[in-house]
Every structure is written in structure tokens, then in C-alpha cells.
């Protein structure tokens, strides 16, 4: 490029565009839903709508840029201490600030694939490299073969469990061990962005395997079972120094007053929040068991969303569940991942799958 254009990295190259899911537009009047970003259909409690409400009163004054109050409730609520949270803009954007910290050009980040679309373009842009290691033929983690690719040059590792967009969860023994085989100086970040739905209880807790592991960061959120994807509120739970590392790659004022007060509130009416939760764990067992009563081979969901399998046939499914106003998110080629949102939403989807079979 001649001397007076700017230049931009050359990994910029290779970064997707990430596409947002937007709900149909229908002429004939008829609802639109959208089951394509793994959101919860709930509107918001009247009390956590009020504390943000009553937040952006203030919108004249940045946020605690140390977000104090949010700190110390998530201490309260996980019994951790404060040098061991951070809060970004999304774990998206802890993810992001991890990875800054860490890597660069001629490092490897090992992560099982196909998972979370944002991992490719958050290691592209440190200029890092991706090594993905293909998900088993259950779409699970195959841990085996992502200790074989591990090298000297291998500096994070990103597990997402439960697994987005396959849904499922990983085991407990399956996960110690991998923990134990990988060197103590490759970081391994445990993404439960999922957790609350998950309802197998052979699995351990983030939080439990981080205390004596200081490799070992999690990272979770306020977006899925807490309702609150549009402020944008995710934290992470680690070792002080890990977590230091974090903080000092944060944008100043990332997470806004009205995003700190809603999730200190949801906090506040978790049990509440957790209901919604238990029932959409439920509307999710109607639904993978309506896909199988359909014939359809649906791997386990431990999630808010499921995945169908479709390979080529994956666009024209999506856009026939898109033509009864659903929206989901295909991955051409590969399937289509379908949240568990509003009954009606999941009964127009189900009802596209079943045809689909016969
Ligand atoms: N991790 C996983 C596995 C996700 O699916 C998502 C959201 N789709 C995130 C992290 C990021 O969530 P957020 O930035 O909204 O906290």
C-alpha cells in the first residue's frame, strides 16, 4: 500500500464478520420471534427494571470504573474474594482482555471446534493462531486429542461447557484429568456462559476447580439465564493475577451504571430468576423429546438452545422455520442451533422439523 494509506494489521485479514441475529419482518402481521442468539425470552423483573431504571438517572456521571458494589456481591454470592473477579462487558469482552494479556503473534490457542464463533476472531486479532480440534461424532469435547494438540508454543486453552452451539456438557472426571495432563503454565479458560441450565450433575463447578488450580480462569455472564444480554455484564472468576491481567486490558468504564445496578439486582431476586430458568429447562426437554419422537438425532442439550445436525441442507431449513416468522442460526453446511425461547416460537420451529422429517 503506498506510504500515505493506513495500514492495518494483517490479521485483520482473516477476521469474520460476525453476523447478529435479527427477528423476520412479516408483512401479514403476524408475531416474529428470534430463537437465533441464545437470549431469554422473559421480560425483565419489575425490580431489577426499576434499580436500572432508577441507574440511568445518573447517566450524566461515568460508572464506578472499579464496580464495587457488583464486585462484592458476586463475592458474596460465589464466596470468592474480590481479587479473584472481574466484570467486563460481556464475557465476550473478558475473553478479548484475557487473550490481549496473553498471546501474540507465534502462540497457539487450542480449542475444540466447531464451539463459540467468537474464539477464530478474538485469537485473530491478538495475530495469535487458532488450533481447533474437531468436536467427537456426539459433538462433545475430544479431550485426547486437544492434550496431542498442545505444543511448547501453546499458551491458553478455551473450554466451552457446556459447548455452544452442540450443547453438551462435559463431565467431571473427563475434565480433572485433562486439567491434571495440561502444563501449569498453559492458562485453561472453563467458558460456562451456560451453566445455570445445566442439569447433569456428574460435572464440577468452575468455581470449585479454580481455588487450587491457578491456570485456570471462568469465565460467565449475566446475558442467558439472568436475562440481561442487552447491558452487557459478564465476569470472570480466577487466580489475582490472572484477573489483574484482565483489569488492566479493560476498557475504562466498560460496564455501564445501568448494566452494574440490574445485574447487582438480579442478583437480588436470583431465586426468582432461577425459576424461569428451571422452566426453560423444561420447555427444552419438550422440545429435544418432540425432535426425537420426530426421528431427528438431537445431541444432549445441557443448554438454553439445541442443534440439528443438517449439513447441506442447512440454509433451507433455516430459511423454512424463517418463513413461519422464527429466526435461527444456521452454520452453512454444518447445522442449525435453535434457542429455547417463547412456547409459541418453539411449538412454529417444531412444527418445520417435524415436516422436514416426513
Ligand atoms: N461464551 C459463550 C459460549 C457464548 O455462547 C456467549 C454468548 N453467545 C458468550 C460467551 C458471550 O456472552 P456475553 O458476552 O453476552 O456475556
Redesign the pocket.
Known amino acids: 500500500t503506498p506510504d500515505n494509506e493506513v495500514r492495518f494489521r494483517a490479521c485483520l485479514d482473516d477476521v469474520a464478520a460476525y453476523k447478529p441475529g435479527r427477528p423476520p419482518e412479516r408483512s401479514d402481521g403476524r408475531p416474529t420471534y428470534k430463537l437465533s442468539?441464545?437470549e431469554n425470552p422473559y421480560p425483565p423483573l419489575p425490580g431489577v427494571l426499576a434499580a436500572a431504571t432508577e441507574a440511568a438517572a445518573q447517566m450524566n456521571r461515568y460508572p464506578d470504573m472499579a464496580a464495587v458494589d457488583l464486585l462484592e456481591a458476586l463475592s458474596d454470592r460465589f464466596g470468592v474474594p474480590v481479587s479473584d473477579l472481574a466484570v467486563g462487558?460481556?464475557?465476550?469482552?473478558?475473553?478479548y482482555h484475557l487473550l490481549q494479556a496473553t498471546v501474540a503473534e507465534g502462540d497457539e490457542v487450542v480449542y475444540a471446534w466447531r464451539?463459540?464463533e467468537?474464539y477464530p476472531i478474538a485469537v485473530q486479532l491478538t495475530g495469535a493462531t487458532s488450533v481447533k480440534v474437531p468436536l467427537t461424532a456426539e459433538a462433545r469435547h475430544d479431550f485426547k486429542a486437544m492434550e496431542a494438540a498442545i505444543t511448547d508454543r501453546t499458551k491458553v486453552v478455551l473450554v466451552?461447557t457446556p459447548?455452544?452451539?452442540t450443547g453438551p456438557v462435559v463431565r467431571r472426571d473427563e475434565l480433572l484429568a485433562f486439567l491434571d495432563a495440561v502444563p501449569s503454565n498453559v492458562l485453561v479458560v472453563i467458558?460456562e456462559?451456560?451453566r445455570e441450565f445445566v442439569r447433569e450433575t456428574d460435572v464440577v463447578d468452575g468455581v470449585e476447580l479454580y481455588r487450587d488450580r491457578p491456570n485456570v480462569l471462568v469465565?460467565?455472564?449475566?446475558?442467558?439465564a439472568y436475562g440481561l444480554?442487552g447491558f452487557?455484564?459478564?465476569y470472570a472468576i480466577g487466580h489475582p493475577a490472572v484477573v489483574g491481567a484482565i483489569r488492566k486490558c479493560a476498557l475504562p468504564f466498560g460496564v455501564s451504571y445501568v448494566a452494574q445496578a440490574a445485574a447487582i439486582a438480579s442478583l437480588g431476586v436470583e431465586e426468582e430468576l432461577l425459576e424461569r430458568v428451571d422452566a426453560l429447562v423444561e420447555e427444552r426437554q419438550r422440545v429435544v423429546s418432540a425432535l426425537q419422537a420426530a426421528g431427528w438425532d438431537v445431541p444432549e442439550s445441557q443448554t438454553n438452545f439445541v442443534w440439528l445436525e443438517l449439513g447441506e441442507d442447512t440454509v433451507r431449513f433455516a430459511e423454512a422455520v424463517q418463513a413461519e416468522g422464527v429466526s435461527v442460526r444456521p452454520f452453512p453446511g454444518e447445522g442449525v442451533r435453535v434457542t429455547i425461547g417463547e412456547r409459541e416460537a418453539n411449538d412454529l420451529f417444531l412444527n418445520v422439523a417435524r415436516t422436514w422429517r416426513q
Open positions: 442468539s441464545n462487558t460481556g464475557s465476550v469482552a473478558l475473553l464451539s463459540f467468537a466451552c459447548n455452544n452451539p467458558d456462559a451456560y469465565l460467565r455472564t449475566f446475558s442467558k444480554a452487557r455484564v459478564g
